[in-house]
């Protein structure tokens, strides 16, 4: 779908919200590294029917995909049912009388948690990040940074004590979690938990 048509389309859902999917998220993807977590969460849940996703990438976002992967941006934006520019802050999902069950932001830079914990609101992530938090709906991070400074553990603990949920991209070494693609499907499953969604390819501690 062009941009036009895809904004229609999330305008029109909006205002039909009795036939939408059962669960509606928002995935944000920052300018971290790391932004294939975004994209295979993208991915997972587009086999999800029950499950209408609506994604917003920053410009940094876009340039870690053309220099850590070969996926382009329409190979990304295929993925997702809606997508909206960064810079669009007249879009659907930047205002709270649009209906959302919640947003996770995989990976989430150091910068969108600055701006998300102060409620500095600059781009489209930032806004939706902050209706979730203003509506009281769930805001999941992955933050992806490594060491972390004083100033990002104060971020996140004041993230958490704001109502954020933090999911690191911690390794998993049980139950044969051994490639590339297993460890992101842990996080992404962790994650998605968190929404109510169980993810098959999680693998789950058994004692």
Not at 2 to 14: K, V
Not at 54 to 79: I, K, M, P, Q, Y
Not at 108 to 136: F, I, Q, W
Request: aromatic share 6%; with cysteine.
């Amino acid at each position: 779908m062009r941009q036009d048509d895809r904004l229609q389309a999330a305008q029109e859902s909006g205002r039909q919200d009795a036939g939408h999917a059962p669960c509606r998220l928002v995935v944000g993807i920052s300018g971290a590294s790391g932004v294939l977590l975004g994209a295979r969460l993208l991915e997972a849940l587009a086999a999800r029917p029950e499950v209408e996703t609506h994604l917003v990438a920053t410009d940094g976002a876009w340039e870690n995909f053309r220099r850590e992967t070969e996926l382009s941006r329409a190979d990304v934006e295929a993925l997702a049912d809606v997508c909206y520019d960064s810079h669009d802050l007249a879009a659907p999902i930047a205002s709270g009388s649009y209906p959302a069950d919640g947003m996770i932001v995989v990976p989430c830079s150091m910068k969108t948690l600055a701006g998300l914990v102060t409620g500095y609101s600059d781009n489209l992530l930032l806004r939706a990040g902050d209706v979730c938090l203003k509506e009281g709906r769930p805001l999941v991070l992955v933050p992806r940074e490594t060491p972390l400074s004083r100033v990002h553990l104060r971020n996140l603990a004041e993230a958490s004590s704001l109502g954020m949920t933090i999911v690191p991209p911690m390794l998993t070494f049980y139950g044969g979690v051994t490639t590339l693609a297993q460890q992101m499907d842990q996080i992404i499953g962790k994650a998605l938990r968190f929404f109510g969604i169980e993810y098959d390819r999680l693998t789950v501690w058994q004692g």
